[in-house]
């Protein structure tokens, strides 16, 4: 495992933002992950203390907020949940003035989750406060890869040298390129299994493995990751019925089969049991490590809003 960077260097290597897995490098990976182990084991703190928290969700996600708006309280904040449905956003103000208006209210932290790549980097650059990218169109979710790899290395004791499955719908998932960045920097070997279809073009660039066959795709997987069918994102057939799907894709015991004896079960949520997975095991205690995911990401989200703004 590679040692946590010093202080000084680490904010270095964080910047004032966290936007994506992209330009992190391992060191400061490693570093956030050792700090959320210690958030994971103690549920309060005092690093925003007297600081202003902003959740600013242009997209519906009830998890994903209400794990940021825990953490930020776990730590003292201050925590503003801003409804963007009713803002002045939808009275057709652009994210360029909604930005330079918080900027003049002074918060310390700003939480986004924005339909639109590019949209978050975008108002970073407006502000002066520590932004963090809470999933950015069809871009980057860092604090999910993040959280994902605390699961993994919780269970496995390593993120290295390990071989992954992310199996479904990766053509619209944020959250399988944050963690194929992430898994890449950590020398682990990815498998990415969809039907063509849901493959997105060029995606072999990045050093991963591309299948439609489910079950060559987890021949010795040591973690199978799956991922929710984004239909909201889809604007065609992508699949030619659920049954279909779960018939060739979803996770089931014989599939899981030619994983590892030892292999964990993922899930970023929120799950279509019946669809990606069947229900019992997302429910088995003994490969399944789902809820893991969700109490890991608030350890994992306390720890980027903690380093970023003490500065390690």
Not at 3 to 8: E, I, K, S, T, V
Not at 45 to 68: D, K, P, V
Request: net charge negative; with cysteine; hydrophobic share 45%.
């Amino acid at each position: 495992m590679t040692p946590p960077a010093p202080a000084p260097y680490l904010a270095a290597m964080l910047g004032k933002d966290l936007l994506g897995i992209e330009t992190l490098p391992p060191a400061a990976i490693e570093a956030i992950l050792d700090r959320a182990d210690a958030h994971a084991e103690s549920r309060h703190g005092e690093a925003l203390e007297g600081r202003t928290q902003i959740n600013m969700f242009f997209e519906n996600s009830t998890r994903t907020q209400a794990s940021f708006e825990i953490a930020g309280k776990r730590l003292g904040a201050e925590v503003m949940n801003m409804e963007m449905r009713t803002s002045s956003v939808a009275k057709g103000e652009t994210l360029i003035d909604t930005a330079l208006t918080l900027n003049a209210m002074r918060p310390d932290l700003l939480v986004v989750r924005h339909p639109h790549s590019g949209a978050v980097d975008l108002l970073a650059q407006k502000v002066d406060c520590h932004v963090l990218n809470a999933g950015d169109g069809r871009h980057e979710h860092p604090t999910q890869a993040l959280l994902d790899a605390l699961t993994i290395r919780r269970a496995k004791g390593r993120l290295h040298r390990l071989t992954v499955a992310i199996c479904g719908d990766i053509a619209h998932s944020r959250v399988a390129r944050s963690n194929i960045l992430l898994l890449g920097k950590m020398e682990s070997r990815v498998r990415l299994i969809a039907p063509p279809t849901l493959i997105p073009p060029g995606v072999a660039e990045l050093g991963v493995e591309v299948t439609d066959d489910m079950e060559r795709g987890l021949e010795g997987a040591d973690v199978v990751m799956m991922l929710r069918l984004q239909r909201e994102r889809m604007d065609g057939g992508f699949i030619p019925s659920e049954r279909e799907y779960f018939h060739r894709f979803g996770l089931d015991a014989a599939k899981l089969a030619r994983a590892k004896p030892d292999a964990i079960v993922m899930h970023p949520g929120p799950m279509n049991r019946g669809v990606e997975i069947d229900g019992v095991i997302a429910d088995d205690i003994n490969r399944s490590v789902i809820q893991t995911q969700v109490e890991m990401g608030v350890a994992v989200r306390m720890a980027a809003m903690d380093m970023l703004v003490t500065g390690g």
